[in-house]
Structure formats: C-alpha cells, structure tokens
T-cell receptor, first 109, second 116 residues
C-alpha cells in the first residue's frame, strides 16, 4: 500500500531561522512527488512537482529535493507569511495522489 | 482563470438530511477529484472522473455517498442520509493531461460540512 509520512507534525521557527520538513514515502513506482501549501480555511495550493531522484525545485525561500525514499522542503530565512501547513503527496499512477498528514509551520516575528 | 469553484462554502445540516456539494472545475481540465479532509485522516480521495466518466470510486465510504458529473463544467457530491461522522471539509480538485502538463491538481476552497 502506498504511504506518505511527514515529519515533524508541527514546527515553530523564529523569523530567519532556516529548517527542513521531511516527507518519506513507500510507493511501487513513483511517478511524481508533490508539495502543497495549505492556509487555514483554504484549499491546498500547488508548490512543486518532483519526478526523479536528484531533482530540485526552488521558489522564493522554498527549495524541494527528492531522493529514492524521501523528499525535503527546505525553508531558508522564513518569514511569518510562510506560516501554513505543508502537504506532501505521491503520484502512484492513474491520476491518484496519496497525501501525507502535513507539517504545520509557524514562523514567529 | 477563476480557479476551481465550490459551493456552498459552509453547510450545517441535521442528521438524516440530504446534502449536495457542488463543484465547477477549471475550464479545459479533463480530470475532476473529490477529497475529504479531517484532522484524524488528512486528505482522502473519494472519487475521480475523467472526461465526465467516474474512473475510481473506491474511496467513497459507503452507499450513502454518490457523485455525478453531468458535463465538463459541473459535478456534485451527494450524501443521503447524512451522519455526524460525515462532518469534514470536502474539496474538489481538477487537473489537465496533455503534452508538457503532468498531473498537478488544483484545489477549490472547500466546503465545510457540519452534521449535527
């Protein structure tokens, strides 16, 4: 069964304090790994897609990396507006995504 | 583009009542997905359609749930009769296949359902 595990469940950072979120997965035949951001009361917002080990994607203060077993979302010098829940999902075929339960990030000024 | 549109945004109903959630996908997208999100179980795929045809409904919890997509711009998720354990946020998402486009799903704002 395809599984996605995210850690930590919650993370509190001071503004400017860089850190990483982890997403480990087990899937038979990974065809893509997705990162989404979700703000309270809103739907998940697409951030990145990674397709193969070694691939990296960047957007502003966020950088996503992928290995054969896990993905990291690195947050460099975060700001309070980066506070949100970050969701990881794997695409295992037939257009289906399997989501992790997310990491709740709080960045304090 | 306006993005995925869902209505209503909030729904409060009593146990046993019928509930209908609505979704308008992004124009040109050929896949439509219905998800349910709870604190305990996170985001769960309920059913998805391709070109208005249901492809996989294995995530639909039981016969009380049904979904339709009568045309490319409209889908409904119906719960009849509703139960308190159906309380959750229901999301609709859509995606497009094609050259250079791969699998990203775009979500609507969700419908928060409360069944008392």
């Amino acid at each position: 069964e395809d599984q996605v595990t995210q850690s930590p469940e919650a993370l509190r950072l001071q503004e400017g304090e860089s850190s990483s979120l982890n997403c480990s997965y087990t899937v038979s035949g990974l065809r893509g790994l997705f990162w989404y951001r979700q703000d309270p009361g809103k739907g998940p917002e697409f951030l990145f897609t990674l397709y193969s080990a070694g691939e990296e994607k960047e957007k502003e203060r966020l950088k996503a990396t992928l290995t054969k077993k896990e993905s990291f979302l690195h947050i460099t010098a975060p700001k309070p507006e980066d506070s949100a829940t970050y969701l990881c999902a794997v695409f295992a075929g037939f257009q289906k995504l399997v989501f992790g339960t997310g990491t709740r990030l709080l960045v304090s000024p | 583009d306006a993005g995925v549109i869902q209505s209503p945004r909030h729904e409060v109903t009593e146990m046993g009542q019928e509930v209908t959630l609505r979704c308008k996908p992004i124009s040109g997208h050929d896949y439509l997905f219905w998800y349910r999100q709870t604190m305990m179980r996170g985001l769960e795929l309920l059913i998805y359609f391709n070109n208005n045809v249901p492809i996989d409904d294995s995530g639909m919890p039981e016969d009380r749930f049904s979904a339709k997509m009568p045309n490319a711009s409209f889908s409904t998720l119906k719960i009849q009769p509703s139960e308190p354990r159906d309380s959750a946020v229901y999301f609709c998402a859509s995606s497009m296949t094609g050259t250079g486009v791969r699998y990203e799903q775009y979500f609507g704002p969700g419908t928060r359902l409360t069944v008392t």
